[in-house]
């Protein structure tokens, strides 16, 4: 018999989550940058740019200095594969990557590098340039991408019932103390270039128009952003979610999955884009819907409880792009 959820407790833990919280600070900085309502959409996994009749797609990922410090090889691995991943969250392949190193000396710097240049041998795509500082006093790094997209997944185009699809590798763990799960750095690189090639397929083939990176801010932190982007509510049925083995419901709703994305797909067509998951082998499944309004709620199919209603507290402060492509 499974585990009997206590909805309100669960909300509670999920509203005061640090990795929410800090998403905040993208609507803080960028109302500082003056970027509402310009014409590349703020809010979307990378910068779309128009390119002929596809998209440059552009993002930089910087990493917590505790995290730096505490796990500096994974650190430069995560740098390449984050960055990877929000490129194919648009529907995109990833060309090349530049990184920004600060750190104490080489010794200090040696263990970023060795994890960006592992990562960025594993998945095939190179690092062709960056800035370096390795005399200063602490460890700090940035990575960002350029990636292409043919037909493009976005933030801003989820819509009143669609199927919400949870799809996440679950042939990991996690590496402690960080709510981090790590399914990457000792899998089969040629497996793992061909999981990659998902998210663009479903694009070009015309399954979905709207999906988001799992990031720090877990399953429910992404939720907040791929509804407030696109101007709708989200109901998560948290009993529908797969777990992992021996792992909790609440953990695994803040966890930042090494592969992880969420994808609004209309309902006839939730089924085929669950299919291609499960042919390599990745945990998907349909773990809610989107809903007019601006609520997002978990149930487990009898309590409900709203986590975040985005029109009343707005967590990126960005508002709807209604032109999204």
Known sequence: ????????????????????????DIGTVAASLGLAGQPVAVGDDCAALPDGDSYLLFAIEGFINEFVAADPWFAGWCGVMVNISDVVAMGGRPIAVVDAVWANGEVEAAPILEGMRAAAKTFDVPIVGGHTNIRTDR???????????????????AKPGDVLIAAIDHRGRYREPFNNW????DAPSARLRRDLEILPKIAEAG???????????????????LAECSGVGIEIDVSAIPLPEGVALVRWLATFPSFGYLISVSPEKAGDVIRRF??????????GGIVAGSAVAITDGIERAVIRNHAETPLLQLGRREDAA
């Open 182 to 185: 790590e399914a990457a750095t």
């Open 1 to 24: 018999m499974a585990e009997a959820i206590d909805i309100k407790a669960l909300a509670a833990k999920l509203t005061a989550s640090s990795g929410i919280a800090a998403k905040a």
């Open 139 to 157: 460890s700090q790094l940035s990575v960002a991408i350029l990636g292409r997209a043919k037909k493009l997944l976005t933030s801003f185009d």
């Open 278 to 287: 499960a042919a390599r082998n990745i945990k998907a499944a349909a773990i």
């Open 207 to 225: 399954l979905a128009l709207a999906a988001k990176d799992i990031s720090q801010g877990g399953i429910i932190g992404t939720a907040i952003m």
